[in-house]
Nanobody, 116 residues
Framework: QVRLVESGGGLVQAGGSLRLACATS????????MAWYRQAPGKQREMLAS???????NYADFVKGRFFISRDNVKKTVSLEMNSLQPEDTGVYYC??????????WGQGTQVTVSS
């Protein structure tokens, strides 16, 4: 059974940090490009950071220098370290797995709330 399960969300004050993790099962993790997305209230889901199988990373401009994505092919997890969080970072955070020619796989999301 394919599963992507996010964890690590919660309530944090502005300026604080959180580290999200996405545990996967049922997929051949090393062949998937992985990414983190966010959906803020009333807004569309947006890509925050991605990491390829070759560990090439890409970040949305608005998180560059604050968020860092990493992957562990042994543990089959992808993480997102988030620093200098601001209220506008509030939203539901999702991890996604992408393999060319296949439908993207998504987790159920984890809520991040940043208070001012």
């Amino acid at each position: 059974q394919v599963r992507l399960v996010e964890s690590g969300g919660g309530l944090v004050q502005a300026g604080g940090s959180l580290r999200l993790a996405c545990a996967t099962s049922g997929i051949t993790f090393p062949i998937y490009d992985m990414a983190w997305y966010r959906q803020a209230p009333g807004k569309q889901r947006e890509m925050l950071a991605s990491i390829t199988v070759a560990r090439i990373t890409n970040y949305a401009d608005f998180v560059k220098g604050r968020f860092f994505i990493s992957r562990d092919n042994v543990k089959k997890t992808v993480s997102l370290e988030m620093n200098s969080l601001q209220p506008e970072d509030t939203g539901v955070y999702y991890c996604a797995a992408h393999y060319s020619g296949h439908s993207d796989l998504w987790g159920q999301g984890t809520q991040v709330t940043v208070s001012s």
